[in-house]
């Protein structure tokens, strides 16, 4: 398996401001992705993270709002840009050795925008 | 986009009993992931199955897929209390992917 670490665990943020969430892995991963889990609801996922170019955003989800980073194979991060409070949710980080391997998840970070 | 339905929705039931949670796909399945979340918590990984009538156990916990009825189930043998939480099944939206989509969750409650 893999470590990951999320921080920040939680945060509460005040509306129209900016948050970045750090995803680090103790190991090298081909895959890294992040997901959105909105209070009472499952998990929903916002996009992957390309190692070296642009990631690659699902369907309700742009760059603009949710700009990531992955400058290498262990880390990489998540913005949530200009927040409202319909953003807090638990944001959470996923990885995976190779395809067709097991996903991991971080312990996943709880923001509230007041 | 897949979606995946589990049922039940929620499940509370006595501390030794058996229980089976199902995860139904609309679409074929690429394979099934089985996790557990505390609340507010990350997902522990259980199981991942990839082939159409694979099992997996660990513990007093079995996971099957039958790929035909694009289904898998849970069993959890002699619940404990420490079996409680919520489990989500995720599964690939194509061959060899590893991003996810999730079922809407089974809320599990184990009373002593």
């Known amino acids: 398996s893999a470590v990951i670490s999320q921080k920040p665990s939680r945060d509460i943020c005040q509306r129209g401001t900016s948050l970045t969430i750090q995803c680090q892995v103790d190991?090298?991963?081909?895959?890294m992705f992040w997901y959105r889990q909105q209070p009472g609801q499952s998990l929903t996922l916002i996009a992957t993270?390309?190692?070296?170019?642009?990631?690659?955003?699902e369907s309700g989800f742009v760059i603009d709002k949710f700009p990531i980073s992955r400058p290498n194979l262990t880390f990489s991060t998540l913005t949530v840009s200009n927040m409202s409070p319909e953003d807090s949710s638990i944001y959470l980080c996923?990885?995976?050795?190779?395809?067709?391997?097991?996903?991991?998840f971080g312990q996943g970070t709880r923001l509230t925008v007041v | 986009s897949q979606e995946l339905e589990q049922s039940p929705q929620s499940l509370i039931v006595q501390e030794g009993k058996n229980l089976t949670i199902n995860c139904t796909s609309s679409k074929t399945l690429y394979g099934l992931y089985w996790y557990k979340q505390k609340y507010g918590e990350g997902l522990i990984f259980l199981m991942m199955l990839q082939k159409g009538g694979e099992e997996k156990s660990h513990e007093k916990i079995t996971a099957k897929l039958d790929e035909k009825k694009q289904q898998s189930s849970l069993h959890i043998t002699a619940s404990q209390p420490s079996h409680a939480g919520i489990y989500l099944c995720?599964?690939?939206?194509?061959?060899?992917?590893?991003?996810?989509?999730f079922g809407t969750g089974t809320r599990l409650t184990v009373i002593p």
């Open positions: 996923s990885v995976s050795r190779d395809s067709n391997t097991e996903a991991f």
């Open positions: 190991s090298q991963v081909t895959m």
């Open positions: 993270a390309n190692q070296g170019s642009e990631a690659t955003y």
């Open positions: 995720g599964a690939p939206g194509r061959a060899g992917a590893n991003n996810l989509f």
